[in-house]
């Protein structure tokens, strides 16, 4: 009797190092570790998520051709046991996942489409492509040595992994578009386009050195960024003392070439550690949710320490957000289409220390100011003060304060399908959005019929709690980089 659970282990076991040891090994086997002059592919219709084309001595990184929305691809290099992305070639490329596409190397690394010719080239004469073990693509020439020159940490796109220089000419890009960082002559911006056709967008938090070690001197070149192996962002200027140190909850424990930093979705920076089989959370730049510019969305309201509510005050935040609209829309919008107005008594901006105002002698100024302008999306005035800030893009989250010298005044717009002048293609959208809509909203209410029979207060504060959650997380846990860096 005792003989079937031991078989049984022994299977299980069986099973258990078969499923982990062909997934490496599939990926290994089937991507080489350099690329020499002729190689071409193409990618391979039955691969859903990931074809890999070449890896890294260890097999840690894979360079490969990454499946997008089902039918589009992006030439990508992925860390293999989580699947992070970490590079692109060319931030916004995508060819399709078609026989049509081809990589090939002559020299250069080049994306081809047999019908629209070639999309992206690195442009180089190299010998060969490896993948360093830090995930850097590289392109060498093999003479007496081999000479690097052409590397993907040159051109990052929202991640930047160990000694990769974060320098001037870069920028970090989220992945949704809409935040990206960029060093200042002596300073970190971190910059969100709320408006489609501005260019690096509204500074909405900068993060400035310490200069414990060594100044920032002008005329004495551009500084850089550099996440260190031993658990730290560095900026440094032309010399080897880092004129700023902002360590991670990791700092200084041993595990190079474990750690990597990404610009968020939500417009952070956040530190992440390599916990052998998971990523750990290991720095925020922004450690308050509150200070981004939009933790709660369109038209929320960040209460510190609580989580989201909506600006308007008879909008719940059950549903995750407080605006219904898109977000993204062109400056002149607001004076051709209606829009109501929303003030809101104890609200500020975050990161208002940094943000642009005039003064004002009365609010009534300051609303009529941004009322006239057709690029004004709102503002915020502070009686006290006599700040008046000016909203020119799309309301995002604004702060709660409780001091009511602060008033927000908000332009609201109404409910679209008004606007005549977009064109047909728009239209249509709009009617197929509506009609998805529709068919979710029917389907919702058909559900929140039968769910909520007499319990709906009870229904609708559990989902503000809800929203509160994830905000919990980030606001209460106090993070050991601000400790370190206290004491
Ligand atoms: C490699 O191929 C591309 C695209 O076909 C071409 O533009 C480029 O000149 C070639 N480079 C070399 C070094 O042959
Ligand atoms: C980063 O910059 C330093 C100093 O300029 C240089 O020594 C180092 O090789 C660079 N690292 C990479 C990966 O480019
Ligand atoms: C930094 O670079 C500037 C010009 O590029 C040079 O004048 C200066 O001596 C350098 N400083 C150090 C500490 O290397
Ligand atoms: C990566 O390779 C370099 C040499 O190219 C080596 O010094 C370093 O220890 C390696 N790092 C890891 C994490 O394997
Ligand atoms: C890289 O591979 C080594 C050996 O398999 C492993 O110990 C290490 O954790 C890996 N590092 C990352 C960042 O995946
Ligand atoms: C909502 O805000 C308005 C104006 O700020 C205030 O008059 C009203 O009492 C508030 N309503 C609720 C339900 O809090
Ligand atoms: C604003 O300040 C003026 C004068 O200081 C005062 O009379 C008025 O009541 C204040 N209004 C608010 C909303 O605090």
Redesign the pocket.
């Known amino acids: 009797m005792e003989d079937i659970p031991t078989e049984l282990t022994r299977v299980y076991t069986f099973l258990l190092l078969f499923t982990f040891l062909t997934r490496p090994i599939a990926a290994t086997t089937t991507a080489a570790q350099e690329l020499l002059k002729g190689f071409t592919a193409t990618p391979d219709s039955s691969i859903a998520s990931f074809q890999p084309l070449l890896s890294d001595s260890v097999g840690n990184y894979s360079l490969g051709f990454l499946r997008v929305d089902q039918t589009q691809l992006a030439l990508a290099v992925i860390h293999v046991p989580s699947h992070e992305q970490l590079w692109v070639a060319g931030k916004d490329l995508l060819a399709r996942w078609s026989s049509q596409t081809r990589l090939s190397f002559n020299g250069s690394l080049v994306i081809s489409d047999a019908r629209t010719g070639v999309l992206w080239s690195s442009h180089t004469d190299g010998d060969r492509v490896r993948l360093s073990n830090t995930s850097?693509l590289l392109i060498e020439t093999v003479g007496d040595g081999s000479l690097i020159i052409w590397?993907s940490?040159?051109f990052p796109y929202h991640t930047l992994m160990e000694?990769?220089?974060f320098t001037s000419v870069m920028t970090l890009v989220s992945s949704n578009g809409l935040y990206s960082m960029k060093l200042g002559p002596d300073f970190i911006g971190f910059y969100a386009r709320f408006v489609a056709n501005s260019d690096l967008g509204l500074l909405y938090f900068q993060h400035n050195p310490m200069e414990a070690k060594a100044q920032v001197i002008k005329g004495q070149g551009p500084i850089?960024t550099?996440l260190s192996p031993d658990g730290f962002l560095g900026m440094y200027q032309n010399g080897t003392a880092p004129v700023d140190v902002q360590p991670f909850s990791s700092f200084q424990q041993p595990g190079t070439g474990n750690r990597r930093v990404r610009l968020e979705p939500d417009g952070n920076l956040i530190g992440y550690y390599w916990a052998r089989s998971s990523w750990l959370v290991d720095f925020k730049q922004v450690s308050d949710p509150c200070d981004l510019p939009s933790s709660c969305g369109p038209y929320g309201m960040c209460q510190r320490g609580k989580g989201c509510s909506c600006l308007d005050n008879r909008t719940s935040y059950t549903s995750g957000r407080c605006d219904p609209e898109a977000i993204r829309a062109s400056g002149d919008d607001l004076c051709r289409k209606k829009h109501k107005v929303l003030r809101r008594i104890g609200v500020e901006l975050p990161n208002k220390e940094i943000m642009a105002y005039t003064i004002m002698s009365s609010l009534e100024k300051c609303e009529r100011a941004c009322e006239e302008k057709c690029t004004c999306w709102g503002a915020v005035y502070s009686n006290t003060s006599g700040f008046c800030y000016t909203i020119e893009y799309p309301i995002q989250t604004l702060v709660e304060v409780l001091d009511d010298s602060k008033v927000g005044y908000f332009k609201v717009r109404e409910g679209a399908g008004k606007d005549s002048t977009q064109t047909g293609l728009w239209v249509g959208l709009g009617l197929l959005c509506g009609l998805i809509s529709l068919i979710l909203v029917i389907g919702g209410v058909i559900l929140y019929k039968k769910e909520s029979r007499g319990v709906k207060g009870y229904v609708e504060e559990e989902g503000v709690n809800g929203g509160v959650g994830p905000y919990k997380n980030l606001g209460s846990s106090s993070f050991k980089s601000i400790e370190l860096s206290e004491r």
Do not use: C, G, Y
């Open positions: 850097n590397q940490f040159d000694n990769q220089n850089r550099v």
